[in-house]
């Protein structure tokens, strides 16, 4: 065989010494361990699965997976802190009448169903989510506040009646939106938002006669 020529060309695979690395899309690589970590939680559960578990999902090395997210805590805070800011973000908008608010709920999980059942009934269960599980709880009852807040010159008494009120009604909530999440609940969108929407306005009523307060007007609904 003649000896090779010095001139020429071998061939080296992208990434070997003297080649230049291929580039890495750090933020699409995140959103993907996170996506892969969504799908690996939902079927093994946030207390059981493990950084593992979404490597083998993904089908790269664990330690790459620890490069973006180094630890469990990092991915479920990064999944939580997103859906929390996107429902908060959404209550912002004026309000829609009785009902919108479960509407809104149901029609915002539907772009990723999977980490909002997280959030709504696993997260209680893990010890890494108990922190944003609780941080919902608290969101959504400030967001129910204003639906049964005192009026000027309420006594404590009547004030307490409106607190607990809003705090009660916050696990309803929480399991009407699951239930549309999963549509479990046998109703389609509008008579889901019909229901609900009776029952917010019942609970309402209800409340200020328990607390003997006159009900003040809630601000015109806006189509949504």
Request: charged share 25%; glycine share 6%.
């Amino acid at each position: 065989m003649a000896p090779m020529s010095t001139s020429t060309k071998v061939s080296v695979p992208r990434g070997r010494p003297g080649q230049p690395k291929p580039r890495v899309d750090k933020a699409a690589r995140g959103l993907a361990v996170l996506e892969a970590a969504v799908q690996v939680f939902a079927e093994k559960g946030l207390q059981v699965a493990t950084m593992q578990d979404v490597a083998d999902r993904m089908g790269v090395a664990k330690i790459l997976i620890y490069r973006l997210y180094p630890s469990r805590q990092s991915i479920i805070d990064a999944l939580f802190a997103d859906i929390l800011a996107r429902i908060e973000a959404d209550a912002g908008r004026p309000w829609g009448g009785y009902g919108s608010s479960i509407a809104r709920l149901v029609t915002l999980s539907r772009s990723n169903p999977k980490l909002a059942l997280l959030l709504l009934r696993d997260a209680r269960g893990a010890p890494e989510a108990l922190a944003w599980r609780e941080a919902l709880e608290a969101l959504l009852t400030k967001l129910i506040e204003p639906f049964v807040a005192p009026t000027p010159g309420a006594s404590e008494a009547q004030r307490a009646t409106c607190r607990h009120a809003a705090r009660t009604f916050m696990p309803f909530v929480i399991e009407a939106w699951a239930a549309g999440v999963e549509e479990t609940d046998g109703m389609d969108d509008e008579t889901r938002t019909r229901w609900f929407g009776e029952i917010v306005k019942a609970w309402r009523e209800a409340t200020y006669a328990a607390a003997d307060l006159s009900p003040p007007p809630l601000p015109p609904p806006h189509a949504s």
